[in-house]
């Protein structure tokens, strides 16, 4: 029986399968899964609550081997974690497709999913989890600091410096939350009830300090702001307990959000839970653990609105925290808005989001002569200048060297060719695997986070990521999948992502061209449709074809 081992993927240029393109499939299922890289490996959970790589161990293994003989005219068919299928395609189809935790409209709820999950029948995707390109916090630490660097834009004059940031959660995302806020030379204080979480953060410098208790918190925070120096606190206890009780003592709070693992609520502590005991309750009595967590979460959001009436700038970074308050009855729990409308549509609209790629030899070098290249190849780009410079110093690698940086329409067909070219050239070590976050301009249909209060209305039409995931296979995506209930949950979201794999052909290049071409257009049409003018222009500009405008 094969069961929890420790799992790192290979490095160097040797092959264990039949192509890179299958090789790199493998080392990114295995990549999710180092233990620098998942959150818990042993359960075969890499982020989010308990977004999962594969279905069980066996289907790990089943994985593993069926990709290590897979012919480049061969399509391993993925079911939520488990393969289920190999069949003759051709070498431009992708190698691996994959459709997780996916349930029928009436149907898809957490009772159901979990009742499913406990059969054996499906797994929870997460988004880049079960789609394998998770590259550890970094992933969202770029997202995270454009955020708070358009909340300093948007309310505090282009800094944090000066401000207090009051958050929660410190998990595999949320994590990134204290060195986002210190990039932007603002004070963070984040809260999380499992000491490790804790730990973890400061271990990977993505936190600097722990505090003692509230109190403690408060004082390192108030010092640091008013020197106008950036810090981050960790501090332990259950935000649902601490939130009222730092509003109701008037702490100066001028920012929060929260990124706790709302969107389930087995992975929300209620309060009087002790946190070594959630497991097991969450288990026992999974209806009882979801009331309480409920619960707790309408007193959590209760006290954002109440520093949010207080003054402060509050958002939902995307975690459903709003919904499932309201679920509990609080009736204000939507008064403050989601991020995405708050502060990043328009990117949105010009095909940006969160592009990535990871180095396959494990060579820290290959991610570094990139970050050279991708700077070179954007020498306007000031945001991306900043972005890449603080990343090469204070990002920690986990697991294969990767980089992220969010581009838009043009820009990352350019960046995927550059970069197939360098591989190709010998410039690295060894091929990238290019992909990114299904938190993506066209590539998501999320009413509670990235489609919230579209234009027009089109918040919960779910054909976009359908077409988006089946126009990378026509594109030549080395692998593509659609998942349900990333991010925010199950019935809440539906989303679809893709891996393309540079290693230095010329056929890798023309796919290349083709996904990342298409694949934000997908970003660009979404927000033309649904009648955003900056996507209208962007259109224009890059050429992108859309039939009703054509009359
Ligand atoms: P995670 O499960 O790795 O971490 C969640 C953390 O919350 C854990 O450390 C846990 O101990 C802590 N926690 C749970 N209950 C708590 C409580 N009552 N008080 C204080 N801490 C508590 O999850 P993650 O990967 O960090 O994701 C966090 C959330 O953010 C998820 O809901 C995810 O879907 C959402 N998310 C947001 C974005 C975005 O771009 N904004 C993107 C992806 C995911």
Redesign the pocket.
């Known amino acids: 029986m094969s069961g929890p081992r420790p799992v790192r993927a290979p490095r160097g240029t040797e092959l264990s399968a039949l192509g890179w393109q299958q090789e790199a499939a493998l080392r990114m299922l295995q990549n999710n899964l180092d233990p620098e890289v998942a959150?818990h490996p042993d359960k075969l959970v890499v982020?989010?609550?308990t977004g999962k790589a594969a279905r069980d161990w066996r289907s790990f293994d089943a994985m593993v081997r069926t990709l290590r003989t897979l012919k480049q005219d061969e399509t391993m068919l993925v079911q939520s974690g488990r393969p289920v299928g190999v069949m003759q395609t051709h070498e431009w189809a992708p190698r691996v497709l994959i459709a997780n935790s996916n349930l029928v409209g009436d149907w898809a709820n957490w009772e159901e999913f979990r009742r499913l999950e406990q059969l054996g029948l499906t797994m929870y995707g997460?988004?880049t989890a079960g789609s394998w390109i998770y590259i550890g916090t970094q992933g969202?630490l770029q997202?995270?600091y454009e955020t708070f660097a358009a909340v300093a834009a948007k309310k505090f004059n282009g800094t944090l410096a000066g401000t207090i940031t009051l958050t929660?959660?410190?998990?595999?995302?949320?994590?990134a939350q204290p060195l986002a806020v210190t990039m932007n030379d603002g004070v963070a204080i984040c809260?999380?009830?499992?000491p490790r979480?804790i730990e973890r953060r400061i271990e990977h410098k993505y936190l600097d300090v722990k505090a003692d208790n509230p109190a403690h918190a408060l004082q390192l925070a108030t010092e640091a702001r008013d020197a106008r120096r950036p810090l981050s606190i960790g501090l332990l206890?259950?935000?649902?307990e601490l939130l009222p009780q730092m509003l109701a003592e008037g702490a100066p709070i001028d920012i929060v959000t929260d990124?706790?693992?709302?969107?389930?609520p087995l992975?929300?502590?209620?309060v009087g839970v002790d946190?070594d005991d959630m497991a097991t309750y969450a288990a026992k009595d999974p209806a009882g653990f979801t009331t309480r967590a409920r619960e707790?979460m309408a007193r959590?959001v209760e006290a954002m609105v109440g520093f949010m009436d207080a003054g402060a700038e509050v958002f939902d970074?995307?975690?459903?925290i709003r919904g499932e308050a309201q679920l509990a009855g609080y009736d204000r729990a939507f008064a403050f808005p989601g991020?995405v409308p708050a502060y990043i549509r328009p990117l949105f609209c010009e095909g940006k989001g969160p592009f990535r790629w990871a180095a396959l030899s494990g060579e820290a070098s290959d991610i570094h002569k990139t970050d050279k290249a991708i700077l070179d190849l954007f020498p306007e780009n000031e945001s991306l200048h900043r972005w890449i410079k603080m990343a090469g110093e204070r990002v920690h690698f986990q697991g294969l060297p990767a980089r992220i940086c969010w581009l838009g329409q043009g820009e990352r067909d350019k960046a995927g060719d550059m970069f197939n070219d360098m591989v190709g050239n010998g410039t690295l070590a060894a091929p990238l695997a290019i992909g990114r976050d299904h938190?993506d301009c066209g590539s998501v249909a999320s009413p509670y986070?990235e489609t919230e209060a579209m234009l027009d209305g089109s918040d919960a039409i779910a054909d976009w990521p359908l077409l988006n995931a089946m126009v990378n296979v026509a594109s030549g995506a080395s692998w593509v999948s659609i998942h349900h209930g990333?991010?925010?949950g199950m019935g809440r979201s539906i989303h679809a992502g893709q891996v393309s794999v540079a290693d230095g052909t010329a056929l890798a290049g023309e796919k290349i061209r083709r996904v990342l071409t298409n694949d934000p257009a997908m970003g660009v049409i979404r927000h033309v449709d649904a009648g955003y003018d900056i996507a209208e222009s962007v259109a224009d500009e890059k050429g992108v074809r859309i039939p009703m405008r054509e009359e």
């Open positions: 959150e982020y989010g609550g997460q988004m969202i997202g995270t929660a959660g410190l998990g595999g995302m949320g994590g809260i999380d009830v499992d979480a206890g259950n935000a649902a990124q706790t693992s709302a969107h389930d992975a929300y502590l209620p946190f707790s959590h970074y995307g975690n459903s991020f938190l986070r990333g991010g925010v």
